[in-house]
């Protein structure tokens, strides 16, 4: 692996911004190898360097996985020469090399972006073969009853004469238009607001909340990012709790 700065491989690991790394540098907090470092951009080997942090060794993961709030207008891309992307999003202090959006959002659909550096990973809750469930909030142009609900249950069938999975789906608001609960398990082009149209209906705002049985962390605010911990990593690939 190659050499990075202190300040960047710290803060990375996602509890410290670079700033208090430079801080904890001044203050001799930080030690490479059992000596002090003087210069918060001294570089070092994650893989071979040991790193101590006010007397606690840094344990440096590989991969990094971090939640994302994305907001209207975003790209769901890891570049892109002329619209922002989700990856423009991501802190300083918490950005690495071949960060990518594990599955896309619409530019005009908010919410829960996974985002990571674990091909694996991302190959696996994205595989056909998985179906990882994903939960959105659909805002509706007309009025919807049970049998709306029933024709998602049922797999809809597109304009186009393609047949989905079965999904879930809730109305939470009723009224001229209400709030609906989709819990959807593939990801075609567009696909909710294909299923609503094949249904007589309109997606007017869409936001998705939870993938798998993760929730977003709704005291991020539109475009927030943070780490994901192990254990919330582990409910990325369970069932949904409704």
Same mark, same amino acid.
């Given at each position: ?17 670079? &700033?208090?790394? +430079? ?6 907090? $930080?030690? =490479?190898?059992? %000596?002090?470092? *003087?210069?918060? #951009? ?33 790209? &769901?891309?890891? +570049? ?6 989700? $990856?423009? =999003?991501?802190? %300083?202090?918490? *950005?690495?090399? #071949? ?49 709306? %609900?029933?024709?998602?249950?049922? #797999? ?55 993938? #798998? ?30």
């Amino acid at each position: 692996m190659p050499l990075e700065r202190i300040d960047k491989l710290i803060a990375s690991q996602g509890a410290l911004s670079r &700033s208090d790394v +430079r801080r904890l540098v001044r203050s001799g907090a $930080i030690m =490479l190898n059992g %000596a002090s470092v *003087r210069d918060a #951009g001294q570089k070092a080997d994650p893989e071979a360097d040991r790193i101590t942090v006010s007397g606690q060794p840094l344990l440096i993961s590989k991969y990094l996985y971090l939640m994302l709030d994305k907001p209207e207008g975003i790209v &769901s891309a890891s +570049r892109d020469p002329k619209q922002k992307t989700v $990856i423009d =999003l991501v802190p %300083a202090e918490l *950005r690495r090399g #071949g960060l990518f959006p594990a599955g896309r959002l619409d530019k005009d659909t908010t919410g829960f972006v996974l985002i990571t550096n674990d091909g694996d990973f991302a190959h696996r809750i994205l595989s056909p073969k998985k179906h990882i469930p994903k939960t959105y909030l659909a805002r509706l142009a007309r009025p919807a009853d049970e049998t709306l %609900a029933e024709a998602f249950r049922s #797999g809809v069938v597109l304009t186009d004469g393609t047949r989905c999975m079965e999904a879930g789906l809730r109305i939470l608001e009723g009224g001229e238009t209400p709030l609906a609960e989709v819990v959807l398990r593939e990801g075609k082009y567009h696909q909710i607001k294909r299923m609503f149209a094949a249904c007589g209906n309109e997606v007017t705002a869409l936001r998705r909340i939870k993938m #798998g049985n993760l929730p977003l962390d709704e005291t991020l605010g539109p475009g927030g990012c943070r780490q994901i911990t192990a254990q919330e990593l582990e409910r990325i690939t369970q069932e949904p709790t409704l």
